[in-house]
């Protein structure tokens, strides 16, 4: 089941994401900023119904995107440790956000020319608005880097608690392998120089310092070891479906 | 309604004035650069001010459920709604801009309690039968008193109502859609769906404000083409609506007093109680504590990146200047 | 420009909807520079829809003669189909909603 594990990591990332995001929703900084956050989260939850609507439909079990992502629990979500991270301030939510769309654009174009007609149909319009992502949440980490020296502080603070998540977006497993080898996903460990080339140079006209050192935390996409967040976050997304069963909405 | 009790300031006698009433009588709009009487002026600051604040409050007991929506797409709709509600006030600022204050002189007087939100978003949301019963009763609610608002007299007010109403009629149609998956669900969810009915009936009763006959202000207003109907007008209009609609969902609204009134081809039904309403006004609703600090927090912590961003702007076209 | 002032400046939008049509002025908003505008009008007033052209132009900068005149509407983002109305269906017994 790689296609199944390869699509619960892609719309387990949207999902978690989109729902940390929506968090913003009534408590941003400026109406503007709410407004462009919050189309962000609504095309990550689009995209999240479509990966996992797929991810259901070659699972072939009879469960729907919903049923994926209102009941599994903590150890069966494919996610990216960096997107299940709290929102923390304005800064560290934009700084996440950049270190995600920073991958999630290249990789999702990369899945474009996917051997998978159906994968390469949703990473096409996903691709789209993960470009505007990019734009935005770069401009974004750029202006409050090179700001005030308030800004510059927290963005070097939210740089240097987040970028030990970034490394994992590149930690290939056999999934990754096998997908690569079969034409229907890049192997993520490809579009790292790329990356690290990118988010260099976004960091420097943000006048920010990369963190040294090459460690980083692993667990989030493989599923062996979650942060303590995502339950948090699953049981308050989860709870009524959870608490009412079977009941529609 | 979104904006309730607006004290109405006066006009006077002048040339100038009666002139200007004639241009609102023929049904002409009035335009920023237009002459206005001041009391016109300074009372559509605090109407457009106060129906921008409750927009933006507005969004606070919604918001409360969006993280806890049942399906993915229940999830992106009421995302959607909320976002609504913020590009709504952000619109409606922007009309009472055209009218000499600034966003945040406005925003400043909703923080420290000088401008007032309407009452409805001062109650809590407690269960996802109550986002069904915002939509259905509040919006339902708000549209009454909206949809007119569109031809008022002043120009960027009208125009910031039509692309309001536009964009707002999905809202109470999703509301009513919630209801009645609650209202034909498990017998949990129907009882979920009453109870959200029971709290929200007379609390959006009181949306429309006092009985016309204790509301002093509304004559000048009406004659100036910012207010269009009276409240009681638009409070037996919404109930005429409602109660069908209740009725289609099995629902009882919780009024053993309520009737069909041949005569007058409407419904009687009891007034809410008025003292409720003014102790929510003056700041002793269930929820008027929270909604306000969570502004207050909003803002406070958010003025490090409005300054950033405007430094870096700064800076970005010195260098500019420089390089030129 | 005043350097002490804290608020973002105020821009006026105007968008060409479709080909062939002039831009017309659809609302304003706040940014700190006219970049930042074109994208918050972008998320403001097109709620993403593509193939669309944006004008701003700070709000202090425009020489009026006159009021204008009735501004246009704009359509929520196709994909986002449940911003219409016509999403939810609503059976015809319940009446006009």
Same mark, same amino acid.
């Given at each position: 089941?790689d296609?199944?594990?390869f699509l619960?990591?892609?719309?387990?990332n949207?999902?978690?994401?989109?729902s940390r995001?929506?968090e913003w929703?009534?408590?941003?900084?400026?109406?503007?900023?709410?407004?462009?956050?919050?189309?962000?989260a609504?095309?990550?939850?689009?995209?999240t119904?479509?990966?996992?609507?797929?991810a259901?439909?070659v699972?072939?079990r009879?469960r729907?995107?919903d049923?994926?992502?209102?009941?599994?629990?903590?150890?069966?979500?494919?996610?990216?440790?960096?997107?299940e991270q709290?929102k923390?301030d304005?800064?560290?939510t934009?700084?996440?956000?950049?270190?995600f769309?920073q991958?999630?654009?290249?990789?999702l174009?990369?899945?474009?020319?996917s051997?998978?007609?159906?994968?390469a149909?949703?990473?096409?319009k996903?691709?789209?608005?993960?470009?505007y992502?990019?734009?935005?949440s770069?401009?974004?980490?750029?202006?409050l880097?090179?700001?005030?020296?308030?800004?510059?502080?927290?963005m070097?603070?939210?740089?240097?608690?987040l970028?030990?998540?970034?490394?994992?977006m590149?930690?290939s497993?056999d999934?990754?392998?096998?997908?690569?080898?079969?034409?229907?996903?890049?192997?993520?460990k490809?579009l790292?120089a790329q990356?690290?080339?990118a988010v260099?140079?976004?960091?420097?006209?943000?006048?920010?310092?990369?963190?040294e050192g090459?460690?980083?935390?692993?667990g989030?996409?493989?599923?062996?070891?979650?942060?303590e967040?995502?339950?948090?976050?699953?049981?308050?997304?989860q709870?009524?479906?959870?608490?009412?069963?079977?009941a529609t909405w | 309604m979104y904006?309730?009790?607006?004290e109405?300031?006066?006009?006077?006698?002048?040339?100038?004035?009666?002139a200007?009433?004639?241009?609102?009588?023929?049904?002409?709009k009035?335009?920023?650069?237009?002459?206005?009487?001041?009391?016109?002026?300074?009372?559509?600051?605090?109407?457009?001010?106060?129906?921008?604040?409750s927009?933006?409050?507005g969004?606070l007991?919604?918001g409360?459920?969006?993280t806890?929506?049942?399906?993915?797409?229940?999830k992106?709709?009421?995302?959607?709604?909320?976002?609504?509600e913020?590009?709504h006030g952000?619109?409606?600022?922007c009309a009472?801009e055209?009218l000499?204050?600034?966003?945040d002189?406005?925003?400043?007087?909703?923080?420290?309690?000088?401008m007032?939100y309407?009452?409805?978003?001062?109650?809590?949301?407690?269960?996802?039968?109550?986002m069904?019963?915002v939509?259905?009763?509040?919006?339902?609610?708000?549209?009454m008193?909206?949809?007119?608002l569109?031809r008022?007299?002043?120009?960027?007010? =009208?125009r910031a &109502?039509?692309?309001?109403c536009?964009?707002? !009629?999905? @809202?109470q149609? /999703?509301g009513f859609?919630i209801?009645? *998956?609650?209202?034909?669900?498990?017998?949990?969810?129907k009882k979920?769906?009453?109870d959200?009915?029971?709290?929200?009936?007379?609390? =959006?009763?009181? &949306?429309?404000?006092?009985?016309?006959?204790? !509301?002093v @202000?509304?004559? /000048?207003?009406?004659?100036w083409k910012? *207010?269009m109907?009276?409240?009681d007008?638009?409070?037996?209009?919404?109930?005429?609506?409602?109660?069908?609609?209740?009725?289609?969902?099995?629902?009882?609204?919780?009024?053993?007093?309520l009737?069909?009134?041949e005569?007058?081809g409407?419904?009687?039904f009891s007034e809410?109680?008025w003292?409720?309403?003014?102790e929510?006004?003056?700041?002793?609703g269930?929820?008027?504590?929270?909604r306000l600090?969570?502004r207050?927090?909003?803002?406070?912590?958010?003025?490090?990146v409005?300054?950033a961003?405007?430094?870096?702007?700064?800076k970005?076209?010195?260098a500019?200047?420089?390089?030129? | 420009?005043n350097d002490?002032?804290k608020?973002?400046p105020?821009?006026?939008?105007?968008?060409?909807?479709?080909?062939?049509?002039?831009?017309?002025?659809?609302?304003?908003l706040?940014?700190?520079d006219?970049?930042?505008?074109?994208?918050?009008?972008r998320?403001?007033?097109?709620?993403?829809?593509?193939?669309?052209s944006?004008?701003?132009?700070?709000?202090?900068?425009i020489?009026a003669s006159?009021p204008?005149q009735?501004?246009?509407?704009?359509d929520?983002?196709?994909?986002?189909?449940?911003?219409?109305?016509?999403?939810?269906d609503i059976?015809?017994?319940?009446?006009?909603m």
């Amino acid at each position: 089941m790689d296609v199944f594990e390869f699509l619960c990591r892609m719309g387990d990332n949207t999902l978690v994401l989109g729902s940390r995001i929506s968090e913003w929703c009534g408590h941003g900084p400026a109406l503007e900023e709410e407004i462009a956050l919050a189309n962000t989260a609504l095309d990550l939850i689009g995209q999240t119904q479509m990966w996992l609507g797929l991810a259901a439909e070659v699972e072939c079990r009879g469960r729907t995107a919903d049923d994926l992502a209102m009941l599994r629990d903590v150890w069966d979500f494919r996610n990216l440790l960096l997107v299940e991270q709290p929102k923390g301030d304005f800064g560290q939510t934009m700084m996440r956000q950049y270190l995600f769309d920073q991958f999630h654009l290249p990789y999702l174009e990369a899945l474009v020319t996917s051997s998978d007609s159906r994968i390469a149909g949703v990473a096409a319009k996903a691709a789209k608005e993960a470009a505007y992502h990019l734009e935005r949440s770069r401009m974004t980490v750029i202006a409050l880097g090179d700001g005030t020296k308030e800004s510059n502080n927290r963005m070097q603070a939210a740089l240097d608690l987040l970028w030990p998540y970034a490394g994992e977006m590149f930690a290939s497993d056999d999934v990754d392998r096998s997908l690569a080898k079969a034409g229907i996903a890049p192997d993520p460990k490809d579009l790292r120089a790329q990356y690290l080339e990118a988010v260099g140079w976004t960091m420097e006209e943000a006048t920010l310092t990369i963190p040294e050192g090459q460690f980083c935390h692993a667990g989030g996409r493989t599923g062996a070891r979650h942060s303590e967040h995502l339950g948090h976050l699953l049981s308050t997304m989860q709870w009524l479906q959870r608490a009412y069963p079977g009941a529609t909405w | 309604m979104y904006a309730q009790m607006v004290e109405s300031g006066t006009s006077d006698d002048s040339a100038e004035a009666e002139a200007f009433q004639r241009r609102i009588d023929a049904g002409e709009k009035i335009e920023p650069k237009d002459w206005m009487p001041e009391g016109y002026r300074k009372t559509l600051i605090r109407q457009i001010g106060q129906h921008a604040h409750s927009e933006i409050v507005g969004q606070l007991p919604e918001g409360n459920w969006i993280t806890r929506a049942p399906t993915l797409e229940r999830k992106a709709i009421l995302l959607a709604k909320v976002q609504d509600e913020a590009g709504h006030g952000l619109y409606l600022y922007c009309a009472a801009e055209t009218l000499g204050v600034s966003r945040d002189e406005l925003t400043e007087m909703l923080l420290d309690g000088r401008m007032k939100y309407s009452s409805i978003f001062n109650y809590p949301t407690l269960t996802w039968a109550d986002m069904g019963a915002v939509g259905w009763l509040v919006d339902g609610a708000a549209i009454m008193n909206q949809v007119p608002l569109q031809r008022t007299s002043y120009g960027p007010y =009208s125009r910031a &109502m039509i692309r309001i109403c536009k964009e707002e !009629s999905f @809202h109470q149609r /999703q509301g009513f859609d919630i209801m009645m *998956k609650m209202a034909n669900g498990t017998e949990a969810q129907k009882k979920m769906a009453q109870d959200a009915l029971d709290r929200f009936w007379y609390p =959006s009763l009181m &949306m429309f404000g006092p009985s016309d006959k204790d !509301s002093v @202000h509304s004559a /000048q207003s009406m004659a100036w083409k910012i *207010k269009m109907n009276t409240n009681d007008e638009l409070r037996q209009k919404f109930v005429d609506q409602t109660v069908p609609q209740a009725e289609y969902l099995g629902l009882a609204v919780p009024d053993p007093d309520l009737r069909w009134n041949e005569t007058k081809g409407g419904y009687d039904f009891s007034e809410p109680d008025w003292s409720e309403f003014f102790e929510v006004i003056k700041g002793n609703g269930p929820c008027n504590r929270e909604r306000l600090a969570a502004r207050n927090k909003a803002w406070d912590e958010g003025k490090w990146v409005r300054d950033a961003m405007l430094a870096h702007a700064r800076k970005k076209r010195a260098a500019k200047m420089v390089a030129e | 420009m005043n350097d002490t002032r804290k608020e973002w400046p105020l821009w006026e939008v105007f968008i060409r909807g479709q080909h062939g049509m002039s831009h017309r002025h659809v609302g304003s908003l706040h940014a700190p520079d006219a970049e930042m505008a074109i994208r918050n009008a972008r998320d403001v007033y097109t709620r993403r829809k593509e193939g669309i052209s944006i004008w701003v132009v700070e709000a202090g900068k425009i020489t009026a003669s006159a009021p204008s005149q009735k501004g246009p509407l704009y359509d929520p983002a196709e994909s986002k189909v449940y911003r219409h109305p016509t999403f939810f269906d609503i059976p015809d017994d319940v009446g006009a909603m």
